[in-house]
């Protein structure tokens, strides 16, 4: 059996691949209803473990309540900006629904909120052509033909389909692309400041400066020492320290607000709010189809775009954290794993119900299992803190980003010990799973890792006279990403802009 990394940076055998399994007679009995039904105890985990990495993936991704609102209140086609606190409702509620549907229903430490995907592609190719209700009518569509993919049985065959060595290479590259988005976000690697210069650099200026980023190393460091020592919740602990240093720096120092990328470390004047439904219902299923929206043709590449990034993001993201939370078996299944498909699914309409854009898996989900998640109770716990957020949202700017991109930094080193995995010395798996690992940081985008790697395994594969050994699957999918690759051309084609 292989081995993956625990919270502390030993390692243990791989958990059993079926719920039956998992309460097998070697397990430990449950010690009541909510230990039974969660499967706690056979997991190898505990109520506090649970409740603490709940709380880690909330803090790690509790800036989606103030950044989806901000890629989201951009003007539609009518020129109506959208309400910031209707998109902040819209938000939290969302993810507090969705996640906790994913760890009653699919029992795994998923949280699921407004994928940054998908309000990107809405923010910048949807709502500029249609109204805000045809936008979200539009999610609601790409939420249920995933569910239609899901039910089908197709959306876990093909999770099932793809060779374990690519499996291995999607958990890693997982793990490089959240390493650089907890680097960028701390601004510890930067944008190149000249364009002709270097894509990234060590800072705004080739060089670091400033507290926030003397606070995301000291808060990854300290991460690093306390895993290094074996003590529980280190991650946790180290997001709380980071925190209240950065507290007392930034009232010592009275440093002004545009210090901070986002989230100023300061208690707000009033920590409740009132949350705005104004935005739950509204929505135009069909309208973005019709004259008066994008047009059949616009409307439908749409909705393929918004499947893709939907389906591949969250398929990547599920099997990374599933592996690394244990509870994938040899060949990279998990149990339960259609339900959990199904809730991610769902929750791309349950998103355009809110107002809030399409829900998905967030691989934010990896702070808590590094903490010690292992069921869903860690994700009922998530999704009750998003809860809490819709009557108390300003508390959510309290954790500053910069903080919390050093758990991302944390996780993405555990993440890599995957490559053991990998025969690197067989060039037919190894070019496929580098080109997945290495493509999903350096495009900034995790569909287009598995693309590369699904395309390359198929013609290396045909190339080497193995044509049938990826089977009927992987050659379907790869006909899906020459697409996904191809999509510019075909739009100008089409005449779609």
């Not at 939290?92 to 430490?109: E, R």
């Not at 895993?227 to 240093?245: C, D, E, P, Q």
């Not at 008066?292 to 499947?307: D, E, K, R, W």
Request: charged share 10%; aromatic share 8%; with cysteine.
């Amino acid at each position: 059996m292989t081995r993956i990394p625990t919270e502390t940076g030993t390692t243990e055998d791989d958990r059993p691949a079926t719920d039956d399994s998992l309460t097998s007679s070697v397990a430990p009995p449950p010690k009541n209803a909510l230990d039974a039904y969660f499967k706690i105890s056979a997991r190898g985990s505990t109520f506090g473990n649970e409740l603490r990495g709940g709380l880690t993936t909330f803090m790690a991704m509790a800036y989606i309540i103030l950044l989806n609102p901000i890629l989201l209140g951009g003007a539609d086609r009518t020129g109506a900006h959208m309400d910031h606190a209707q998109l902040t409702t819209a938000t939290a509620l969302a993810a507090a629904v969705t996640t906790i549907l994913m760890g009653v229903v699919g029992n795994v430490p998923l949280a699921v909120a407004a994928g940054l995907s998908v309000s990107s592609a809405l923010s910048a190719m949807v709502a500029p052509h249609t109204t805000w209700p045809q936008a979200m009518g539009l999610c609601v569509i790409y939420g249920l033909l995933i569910v239609l993919l899901v039910v089908s049985g197709l959306r876990e065959k093909i999770m099932n389909g793809i060779p374990l060595p690519l499996k291995h290479a999607i958990t890693i590259g997982i793990g490089l692309f959240v390493t650089l988005i907890g680097l960028f976000k701390a601004g510890f690697v930067h944008h190149g400041p000249d364009p002709f210069g270097p894509p990234v650099s060590l800072g705004p200026n080739s060089e670091l400066s400033g507290w926030p980023v003397l606070i995301f190393s000291l808060t990854l460091l300290t991460i690093f020492v306390l895993l290094a020592r074996k003590v529980r919740g280190a991650i946790l602990i180290g997001i709380a320290g980071g925190t209240v240093v950065a507290f007392v720096v930034n009232a010592v120092a009275d440093l002004p607000a545009k210090t901070w990328s986002s989230s100023v470390p300061t208690w707000p004047g009033s920590p409740v709010s009132t949350p705005d439904f104004g935005l739950f219902g509204h929505l135009d299923l069909f309208g973005a189809f019709g004259s008066n929206g994008m047009g059949a043709i616009s409307a439908t590449v749409a909705v393929f775009t918004l499947v893709l990034a939907g389906f591949f993001d969250a398929m990547a993201t599920i099997i990374g954290v599933g592996t690394e939370a244990g509870l994938a078996d040899r060949q990279g299944r998990m149990p339960g794993l259609s339900k959990a498909l199904f809730i991610d699914g769902a929750g791309g309409a349950i998103g355009g119900v809110s107002g809030a854009s399409g829900q998905t898996v967030f691989v934010e989900s990896a702070t808590g299992v590094g903490d010690g998640a292992r069921t869903g109770l860690a994700s009922v716990v998530t999704g009750g803190f998003f809860a809490l957020m819709l009557f108390f949202s300003p508390l959510a700017g309290i954790v500053p980003v910069e903080v919390a991109s050093a758990a991302l930094v944390v996780i993405g080193s555990m993440m890599m010990s995957q490559a053991r995995h990998i025969d690197w010395a067989d060039r037919e798996v190894a070019i496929p799973a580098f080109l997945t690992c290495v493509l999903m940081p350096f495009t900034y985008n995790i569909t287009a890792g598995v693309a590369a790697g699904a395309i390359s395994y198929t013609v290396i594969k045909a190339g080497t006279g193995k044509w049938r050994e990826p089977g009927p699957l992987m050659w379907v999918l790869t006909a899906v990403f020459v697409v996904y690759f191809a999509l510019s051309p075909i739009k100008s084609w089409l005449g779609v802009h």
